[in-house]
């Protein structure tokens, strides 16, 4: 098959999947850096490309309500947004995962305010971590595409349905023009398929009710389902990455291990700096330093026995986080998987770095220098610092 | 050929922005790997911005700044004066300036060391193909030019077409091709 290959942004590789989708309805509300994927995608209708209906609310409140309507209508959705604009929507947020909507979202991850920052970290996805929706990361433009095709097919799986959000960092993917492979319109929207919605509103043959009062006689045994719903999703995730591998030859899974096997560091992250770490693992192996990388794709629902045995045979892994969990115990990476390898016979070191908040760069250097503490701390047995920062003035 | 690193100088409203993102498109349209990204500020017309491009034969998976640039491409000369420009340039690394002055005499005014210095006055161009002065567009011809045939003036040309088709009236079109092509052919150095 010949190749597509276009020169994309990340919220352009966004809108470009959201066209070959062709959602049945999308809400939009403008927030930077995510305000060109939803321009794109108004560009789209407005030039006939496909027939989305977009609503354009007032609010990101209203934008996630439109589309809890819709999805529950039985429409299959779209929408996006970043930072302020997804703690706006929160309360909705929520909803729209206990009602078990399979919506799609694209969070450009941002900077939370105060004080007003519109740069790329994770302090507002990670925010989010326990509203119950899936969390797919991107590397880069072409995960954030493949992603947002992705997490279709798995919001919408019989044993899923729950929303998923496709998260990729604020103007470093956003808005950087990058390669990206696509496949034909018809291709995708014969993957994603046609959607046949398990109920609908709009359905009156089968009526149903949607978010009824729910006390303490069932609101438990529903939350139960939702957990089980979650834990399906584990299984989808990578079913779906697995016919995606045949169609595309790109392999997707929890995580993307590099170089990690034989490494006495590691470095675990999401994200965009995952690539500039690997290519700083590329240098110093040739260096003779057994280091490796392993980028985390999926945070939620969080594969914990996956990453305790890809990481147990490694001496010391170094976990960095881009959200603060302010008075907690290390960032939201760090805490899951330290706990995550509690039941390991060997258990690594594990050592936490807050980097690159609002949107700070993460250079080579400073890459470099932390695995040479991570080694040191290999050779040494100590830890100095539990908890640390990249590139910070003290 | 390794990876080319190229960062760009300008002021908001020069276009530095929309050159770093066109080359990279350009790139990948020849069958290369282009990545092309702007360092976004408050965003004022004026104020010194930087833009950056990397260009290589091999899948691109930095996702950080430039520092260690192999071009540097300053889109306004009073910059010179006010941003280390060549900070971080590499040895034998080359610099192209908009300017009417010649390689010796921005050596002489502006004390810069740089071996490989090119210069062209991209702003007259641009005034007098285009009626304004946006220098990104004759730069980049001048670029290309500097950059001694990795990428085609055709596809630079063809791209710059594309992306300003939905933009921009024919007149404008016509006046930064005719621009580029100008820069391509007067660069000095």
Redesign the interface.
């Known amino acids: 098959m010949a190749k597509n ?3 994309l ?1 990340g919220n352009d590789a966004g809108a470009y999947a959201v066209k070959q989708v062709q959602p049945d309805v999308a809400a939009v509300f403008p927030i930077t850096p995510q305000t060109e994927l939803m321009h794109k995608v108004a560009e789209y209708v407005a030039d006939g490309v496909i027939d989305t209906e977009l609503i354009t609310v007032e609010s990101e409140h209203s934008a996630m309500s439109a589309t809890v309507g819709a999805a529950a209508g039985g429409a299959r959705t779209f929408t996006a947004t970043a930072a302020n604009g997804f703690a706006l929507m929160w309360e909705i947020v929520y909803i729209a995962s206990s009602l078990r909507l399979p919506i799609v979202m694209a969070l450009i991850n941002r900077a939370l305010s105060a004080p007003i920052n ?2 790329g970290d994770h302090s507002d996805s990670m925010g989010g971590r326990d509203t119950g929706w899936v969390q797919l990361y991107s ?2 433009a072409q995960e954030v595409y493949d992603n947002i095709i992705q997490a279709y097919r798995i919001a919408e799986h019989k044993d899923v349905l729950l929303p998923v959000m496709a998260t990729f ?1 604020g ?3 956003s ?5 990206v492979d696509t496949l034909t319109d018809e291709v995708v929207r014969k993957f994603v398929g046609e959607y046949k919605p398990a109920y609908s509103l709009l359905d009156i043959d089968h009526p149903i009710t949607v978010g009824p009062l729910d006390l303490y006689d069932w609101y438990f045994e529903h939350k139960r389902s939702q957990i089980e719903a979650t834990k399906h999703a584990k299984r989808v995730i990578l079913e779906v990455a697995d016919e995606f591998y045949k169609l595309t030859g790109r392999r997707y899974g929890y995580f993307d291990d590099y170089r990690v096997d034989d490494a006495e560091a590691v470095i675990v992250v999401l994200g ?2 995952a ?2 770490t ?2 700083v693992v590329d240098k110093m192996r040739k260096d003779g330093k057994k280091v490796g990388v392993l980028k985390l794709r999926v945070f939620r629902p969080f594969p914990a026995e996956e990453l305790a045995d890809a990481l147990k045979d490694v001496p010391v892994v170094g976990v960095l986080d881009r959200a603060v969990s302010f008075g907690g115990w290390g960032g939201p990476v760090f805490n899951e998987l330290r706990s995550a390898m509690y039941n390991l016979e060997r258990r690594p070191e594990v050592v936490n770095y807050y980097y690159g908040l609002g949107g700070r ?4 250097e400073q890459i470099e220098e932390t695995f040479n503490t991570l080694l040191e701390i290999a050779e040494t047995g100590k830890v100095k610092e539990r908890f640390g920062y990249i590139g910070l003035r003290e | 050929m390794g990876m080319l690193e190229i960062r760009w100088h300008g002021r908001g409203g020069q276009g530095a922005k929309t050159a770093s ?1 066109l080359l ?2 350009v790139a ?2 020849e069958g290369k ?6 360092e ?1 500020g408050p965003e004022r017309g004026g104020a010194p911005m930087k833009g950056f491009t990397r260009i290589s034969d091999e ?7 430039i ?1 260690h640039p192999d071009i540097v491409v300053v889109l306004d000369p009073t910059l010179l004066l006010l941003v280390n420009v060549t900070e971080g340039l590499k040895e034998g690394g080359s610099l192209l300036v908009n300017t009417p002055l010649s390689p010796d005499e921005v050596r002489k005014r502006y004390g810069v060391k740089v071996e490989k210095l090119y210069t062209i006055d991209a702003t007259k161009i641009s005034l007098e193909e285009i009626g304004k002065p946006i220098p990104n567009t004759p730069m980049l011809g001048a670029l290309i030019r500097a950059m001694g045939g990795m990428i085609s003036l055709e596809t630079v040309l063809s791209n710059i077409r594309k992306k300003f088709a939905r933009k921009f009236p024919e007149k404008v079109i016509q006046g930064n091709l005719n621009a580029v092509k100008r820069a391509y052919e007067e660069v000095k150095g």
């Open positions: 290959l276009l020169a942004t519109i740069h590397e880069g960092d103007f470093i993917i808005h950087t023009t990058e390669i965009s700096a690539g500039t690997k290519c760069d993460i250079n080579t | 993102t990279a498109a990948i349209e790997y282009g990545q092309g990204f702007p976004y899948p691109i998976r930095y996702h950080c700044g520092y």
